[in-house]
C-alpha cells in the first residue's frame, strides 16, 4: 500500500524509477542498484529523503532485492497511482530508446515520461544510452518528450549527437558516465576463488592460477561469433595454466550461450558457469576475483573497469565501442569480424605481470574521472528537488 502523498512530510521526496528492471539482467539491475545508491547517499548531503518506486516487470523480487517500493511496469492503474502520489520520475539509465531489439521499448519507455508530464511532474532522464533509433518516426517524439524534461544526461558523446540531430539543443544535455561505474562493492565483500572455480583444488587455497572472467551473449543465428571465441580459448589455454569462468550476466540466455562456448571448447578443463550471482554487487565481486575479463556484455566490461580488471571487450553494438572509447580503447573482434589468434594474443599479453601493471597504469586516470562524475545526475537531481520540487 502506499502512503498518500500529503502523509509524507516536505523533507522526503518519492520518486518514480523507470527502466529495464526485473528482468534477471545483471547489467540493468546493476544500474538500478547504483542509482538507488547514489540517490540515497546524495539527498543525505542535501537534508531529504528520497523514497524510490521501481517501475518493475516482477516488483515483488525488485522490492525484496533492493528493499524499495515496487509497482508492476505493465499495469497501468497502479503505475498511474504511483506517479500522481510522487514528486517527480526518473527515467534510466541503460539503452532504453533504441529499436535494434524491436520497435516496443521506445514507445513504453516514452509513454512513461508522456504520463508524468502529463500529470504535472518534473521529469529527468538519468545517464542513458540512446540509439540505434533507426526508424526516424520516432524523432519528433523523442524531441518533444525530451524538450520538456528538467534534466537530460546521457552516458557517451554518440548519444548527444544523436538528440542534437534530432533536434535537442546541446545546452540541454549533459553526458556523464554510466552509473555503474560509481558502484561499490559490498562491505567486507571478498569473493572466494571457489566461488568462481568450483572445487578446483589448483586454485582453492590462493593458487596463483589466472582467472579469466568471459561474459557471453547468443548474437549471430549461427552462433558464429561463440565458435571464433570458443577457438580463442583453447588457445590462450594452449599458452597459459588458466581457469576460464563463465559470468551469466542475463539469465536465462546468457547460459545457453556459454555452454554453447564450453561445448566447441572441445572438453577444455579448468572451466567454469558462475550461474548464483543473483544480486549486481555479487557479480561486481566475481568480476574483481577475476585477472582478465572478456565481455560481450556493456556491463561485464565496466563492472572490470571499475574494478581495475583488464579486459577485452568483443563488440556486438555501439554501445560496447563508445564505452571502450572512453578508456581509449577499441574493441578486439566483433561479432562480424573475429580473428581468434588476435583475441587469443591479446589476451595472453594482458595475462603477464607487465601487461596488468602496465594496463592498469594506463587506464588509471580515465577510470578515476569516471567514477568520480558517475554520481552527477543523482546531484542534479536531488538538487532540483531541493529547491524546485
Request: aromatic share 6%; proline share 5%.
Amino acid at each position: 500500500m502506499h502512503k498518500e502523498l500529503e502523509t509524507v512530510g516536505s523533507s522526503t521526496k518519492r520518486i518514480i524509477i523507470s527502466g529495464y528492471y526485473g528482468f534477471k539482467n545483471s547489467g540493468d539491475e546493476a544500474v538500478l542498484q547504483s542509482i538507488l545508491l547514489a540517490l540515497a547517499a546524495e539527498s543525505v548531503k542535501q537534508g531529504i529523503t528520497i523514497e524510490p518506486i521501481v517501475l518493475s516487470i516482477d516488483p515483488e523480487r525488485t522490492s525484496r532485492t533492493y528493499g524499495v517500493q515496487s509497482v508492476h511496469r505493465m499495469r497501468l492503474a497502479p503505475v498511474l497511482k504511483a506517479i500522481r502520489q510522487s514528486h517527480g520520475l526518473i527515467s534510466g539509465g541503460g539503452s532504453l530508446l533504441q529499436d535494434a531489439t524491436g520497435r516496443k521499448s521506445i514507445p513504453y519507455y516514452l509513454g512513461i515520461i508522456k504520463l508524468a508530464q502529463w500529470l504535472g511532474k518534473p521529469t529527468f532522464i538519468y545517464a542513458q544510452g540512446v540509439g540505434p533509433v533507426q526508424s526516424k518516426t520516432f524523432h519528433p517524439f523523442i524531441r518533444s518528450i525530451f524538450r520538456k524534461c528538467r534534466y537530460v544526461s546521457v552516458r557517451d558523446e554518440e548519444s548527444a549527437q544523436l538528440l542534437q540531430h534530432i533536434g535537442l539543443p546541446r545546452e540541454q544535455l549533459e553526458v556523464v558516465p554510466d552509473p555503474v561505474m560509481g558502484l561499490p562493492l559490498q562491505a567486507g565483500d571478498g569473493l572466494n576463488v571457489n566461488t568462481l572455480s568450483g572445487t578446483d583444488p589448483n586454485i582453492a587455497g590462493g593458487s596463483s592460477k589466472p582467472i579469466i572472467g568471459v561474459s557471453v551473449r547468443i548474437w549471430n543465428e549461427n552462433r558464429s561469433e561463440l565458435h571464433q571465441l570458443a577457438k580463442s580459448l583453447q588457445l590462450i589455454q594452449a599458452e597459459r595454466d588458466v581457469h576460464i569462468c563463465f559470468l551469466p550476466f542475463h539469465l536465462p540466455g546468457d547460459i545457453e550461450a556459454s555452454q554453447i562456448v564450453i561445448e566447441h571448447m572441445q572438453a577444455a578443463g579448468n572451466v567454469s558457469i558462475a550461474e548464483d550471482l543473483v544480486h549486481p554487487q555479487q557479480m561486481l565481486a566475481a568480476v574483481k576475483a577475476c585477472d582478465l575479463l572478456i565481455g560481450m556484455r556493456l556491463h561485464s566490461l565496466i563492472y572490470a573497469a571499475s574494478q581495475r580488471v583488464p579486459l577485452i571487450g568483443i563488440s556486438y553494438d555501439p554501445k560496447i565501442d563508445q564505452f571502450l572509447h572512453r578508456l581509449d580503447m577499441k574493441a578486439a573482434a566483433t561479432t562480424n569480424e573475429f580473428i581468434p589468434e588476435d583475441l587469443a594474443a591479446t589476451a595472453i599479453e594482458l595475462l603477464t605481470d607487465k601487461g596488468q601493471v602496465d594496463w592498469v597504469e594506463s587506464k588509471k586516470a580515465s577510470i578515476t574521472k569516471l567514477q568520480s562524475e558517475a554520481h552527477r545526475p543523482a546531484q542534479q537531481i536531488v538538487n532540483y528537488l531541493v529547491y524546485r520540487g
